[in-house]
């Protein structure tokens, strides 16, 4: 890639061919401030408890839009800590904690592969041995010698087997019961004693490594173990009931709490014999098998319970009615309830397509934890909802009179073409006959000329154009191509897109003429895979060839825009009228986006994040310089935010009216 001066904003080391650069802090650097937090919809916090010690203590984690899962340690007198995690890791899931405070759980590592992972009460971190290192592995329990149980890879396919690490590290694969290919380990107890599934029945592998298959209920195929006390007796499913195991190996079915619906699974039990589990609520029996509800959260229906200790506090979680609205608990009693989610930061996301020059936007934002809805900003924290019914449309762009085109899915499950007039109400637009079937707009002009493909249902997308009554017109295709789409249009109506041969994912970016002459755009040399997604008035074009961001000048020569040292796939989204390009990199480093800026005269700008963040998008770019995109904040969200630059440099201005 080709690399030019370069205003560093704090995320990329800078390389300048034929030049210098100085290095200073961010905003010194760039002369940028952090951007405009344009809000999201407000989103529940997402959080689970999946082990607890006697002491109190308890291991988990809550989900965040910009980071994933982030780990946890509840400490007894009430105070979170964040499990350390080495660069390189994320997605961190702890799974248990043992007396002196040993967390065993999982990580995934730089090239996402899940990894058994241990922290010690110093906060260090160990990934634990596997015989696969490209497989899926999980610790899942730990005792108080420091032993741990979990899951490996192995072999070819990566079969899954259960295995045992002792205090050193050392790992063991635990035999097979017979006849079986595979295993999985799910607790294990302070003697030794593992407990799991091999094949499809639970086991019991004994301390001197021999597997015993539990006895199942009458007429069960199917069944897991899933906790072990010290004292020997085991708890899991049989046949969709929750059962319990004694030392000697007799199996009990557990009362369930709605015959009419028997189904539950016992998760842990204590060496009192108080067993935790669920059915559609969290559950509780006592030693003489006494089962009780232990309800939900205020407004939730369902819960579970994954682990007790020796006091009989139960942790788990308790679900609301929306995807990400998971909140970790903890019972002291039944009904006896602690929110432990409540104070984390909602699951929010939100990300910003396109702005027009009076600086209202669009995009989309997650509503409720469960779908991305697309929404339109004209002021910072001021959403519009434009799918409010929950039908799925799609806003794509957006003119300078503040007239939105897009795609909604609802219509008989077919996608069609639509545009929100400035009252609001929605006007399908379709395609011409014999191509009406599907239909889809990309791009609109100040003029209200909309671009997008439709086509037949069984053919391929053709690009279409409609004028501004919505009278639909094919645009021609290169010469042996059957197919295409359009993806933008300036104001003098020229329109960009791609066509090609069927079959061929190598598409030929393409130009009509507003007299619709179709021209090749050709990419870099030797780059199999190019994009046009911008154009502006002045005849140039940005997309990327490979991954390497460029523009198309008026005379159709390449330009190749530099890029910050380190950079790894690049885009430019958008163009004005000044020559102003927006776009990102992915950093090499960390595979994080990275908005960036280039001046008409080829110079980089990385644009900063909002306070806190670590990542940042640039998708758009309006005639004022105003940028928007999205950014990860101090909450570990993602929200779309807007750029403003002023004299070349990205400065704070409200988003007006």
């Not at 108080?144 to 192995?154: E, F, I, K, R």
């Not at 319970?305 to 979680?317: P, Q, R, Y």
């Not at 110079?603 to 900063?608: F, H, K, S």
Request: glycine fraction near 14%; proline fraction near 6%.
């Amino acid at each position: 890639m080709v690399r030019g001066k370069i205003l560093l904003c704090g995320f990329f080391s800078v390389l300048l061919l034929g030049g210098t650069v100085a290095v200073a802090d961010a905003q010194e650097a760039s002369g940028s401030a952090a951007p405009v937090d344009l809000g999201a919809f407000r989103g529940d916090s997402h959080s689970d408890v999946t082990g607890i010690n006697d002491d109190g203590a308890m291991v988990g984690e809550y989900w965040t839009t910009a980071r994933g899962p982030i780990a946890l340690r509840w400490n007894p007198d009430g105070t979170t800590t964040r499990l350390a995690v080495p660069a390189g890791y994320s997605d961190t899931g702890p799974r248990a904690i043992n007396a002196k405070g040993f967390i065993a759980g999982t990580a995934y590592n730089s090239r996402y592969l899940q990894r058994p992972v241990l922290w010690r009460p110093d906060g260090s971190f160990t990934e634990l041995s596997s015989p696969d290192v490209n497989g899926y592995s999980a610790a899942t329990a730990i005792n108080s010698g420091g032993v741990v149980a979990g899951t490996v890879a192995t072999g070819t396919i990566s079969v899954k087997r259960a295995a045992r690490w002792d205090a050193n590290g050392v790992m063991t694969l635990l035999p097979l019961a017979p006849g079986d290919t595979q295993s999985e380990a799910a607790a294990i107890n302070d003697a030794g004693v593992i407990v799991g599934t091999s094949g499809d029945q639970a086991v019991r592998w004994n301390p001197d490594g021999t597997v015993v298959r539990l006895t199942p209920l009458p007429g069960a195929t199917l069944g897991s173990a899933q906790g072990v006390n010290n004292t020997g007796f085991v708890v899991g499913g049989s046949g969709g009931h929750a059962v319990r195991w004694a030392a000697d190996g007799s199996v009990t079915a557990l009362p369930s709490l709605h015959p009419e619906n028997p189904w539950s699974l016992a998760k842990a039990i204590n060496d009192s014999g108080v067993i935790t589990g669920s059915s559609d609520t969290a559950l509780m029996w006592d030693a003489r098998g006494t089962i009780t509800d232990l309800g939900a959260l205020a407004g939730h229906r369902q819960s579970e319970g994954v682990a007790i200790n020796a006091l009989g506090v139960v942790v788990g979680h308790s679900r609301g009615d929306s995807t990400y609205s998971l909140h970790a608990v903890r019972w002291t009693a039944p009904g006896r309830i602690t929110d432990l989610g409540r104070s984390f930061p909602g699951y929010e996301r939100s990300e910003a397509f396109a702005i027009n020059a009076r600086g209202q936007a669009i995009g989309e934002s997650l509503q409720s934890g469960d779908e991305d809805h697309s929404v339109t900003w004209t002021r910072p924290d001021v959403l519009t909802d434009l799918s409010p019914d929950n039908d799925n449309r799609k806003a794509k762009a957006i003119n300078a009179h503040g007239v939105i085109v897009g795609v909604g899915t609802r219509y008989r499950k077919r996608r069609i073409a639509i545009r929100w007039e400035l009252d609001g109400t929605i006007t399908k637009l379709v395609g011409p006959e014999s191509h009406d079937y599907h239909s889809y707009a990309s791009g609109i002009n100040d003029s209200g000329v909309t671009v997008g493909s439709s086509g037949s249902r069984r053919g391929r997308g053709q690009p279409t154009r409609w004028a501004q009554d919505g009278t639909p017109t094919l645009l021609p295709l290169l010469p042996g191509d059957d197919g295409g789409s359009t993806d933008a249009i300036d104001n003098r109506g020229v329109i960009i897109g791609s066509s090609g041969p069927r079959d061929d994912t190598s598409l030929h970016v393409v130009r009509w003429d507003p007299d619709g002459k179709v021209t090749e755009l050709k990419g870099l040399p030797g780059e199999k895979y190019t994009t046009a997604t911008a154009l502006n008035n002045r005849d140039e074009i940005v997309g990327h060839s490979g991954s390497h961001p460029i523009r198309w000048n008026p005379d159709g020569s390449i330009t190749t825009l530099p890029v910050p040292e380190g950079a790894r796939t690049c885009e430019a989204k958008g163009i004005n009228d000044s020559g102003v390009v927006a776009g990102f990199c992915e950093s090499s480093a960390v595979g994080l986006p990275v908005a960036l800026r280039w001046a008409p005269d080829g110079t980089v700008t990385v644009l900063p994040p909002l306070p806190g963040g670590h990542q940042t998008k640039a998708n758009g770019i309006n005639a004022l310089g105003e940028i928007v995109g999205f950014s990860g904040n101090s909450d570990s969200q993602i929200h779309a935010v807007r750029w403003l630059a002023t004299a070349g440099n990205a400065e704070v201005q409200p988003v007006s009216q």
